[in-house]
């Protein structure tokens, strides 16, 4: 099965500064990767996703990259502002699959004001 | 984003009880889930429901857990004797026909003593 790999686990960044939180799969059949924002006690909410025909999408303070080459995607937060801060997931979904989803462990992001 | 309601949202029961949670669609759609999440850990899937039927679960779903839609709305997950590691945070998910991504509710917490 898939395997997705999620890095870094936590994240502290100034306000304003740029954050970028890394996943890899392992599933080259994999061809859909959202990302999830979960604050602490609430359920994860989509913020963002990708297809693997599409290499970046960006969708105001937030952009998602993707390599299929490499296996990787990313999720880039510019600006960053103390509301960012929560526990954002990847997760990946292969194109044999629709109905399972593989998440990352996690990255708790904390945007100090 | 579509609304999925889940009771209850905070469980408290002993150990070797049973538990049923509940999660209501709002609109009809045909491919529910239920997700795991263990306080501070990824989210882990459980099953996945369409047309009133498992369509696919993981190796976490053995015989101490079941699902049924009912009465053709309510989609409900019962754990038969609970353990103390079934303390976990329940997401049920939907998804719908027109988008890739799942939906979670709010969330059931369950504690097991």
């Keep these: 099965g898939e395997n997705v790999e999620q890095h870094p686990s936590t994240l502290s960044v100034q306000e304003g500064d740029s954050a970028v939180i890394k996943c890899t799969y392992s599933d080259s059949a994999s061809n859909y990767f959202p990302w999830y924002k979960q604050e602490l006690g609430k359920r994860p909410q989509l913020i963002i996703d990708i297809r693997s025909n599409v290499g970046e999408k960006k969708d105001q303070r937030i952009a998602v990259t993707l390599n299929k080459t490499a296996k990787h995607f990313s999720l ?30 996690g990255t708790k992001l904390n945007v100090k004001p | 984003e579509p609304e999925v309601t889940q009771t209850p949202s905070h ?5 070797g009880q049973e538990v049923i949670l509940r999660c209501v669609p709002i609109s009809n759609h045909l491919y529910f889930y239920w997700y795991r999440q263990i306080l501070g850990q990824k989210v882990e899937f459980l099953v996945s429901f369409y047309n009133n039927e498992i369509s696919e679960k993981s190796e976490i779903f053995d015989d101490q857990f079941s699902v049924e839609r009912p009465d053709g709305s309510n989609f409900t997950l019962k754990i038969r004797s609970t353990k103390l590691e079934d303390s976990a945070m329940y997401f049920c998910a939907k998804r719908t026909l027109l988008r890739d991504t799942i939906y979670f509710g709010e969330g059931s917490w369950l504690t097991v003593v």
């Design chain 2, 11 to 15: 469980q408290v029961t002993q150990m």
């Design chain 1, 76 to 105: 880039h937060i510019t600006e960053t502002q103390p509301e960012d801060s929560a526990v954002y997931f990847c997760a990946a979904r292969a194109v044999y699959n629709f109905n399972k989803f593989y998440f990352g462990s």
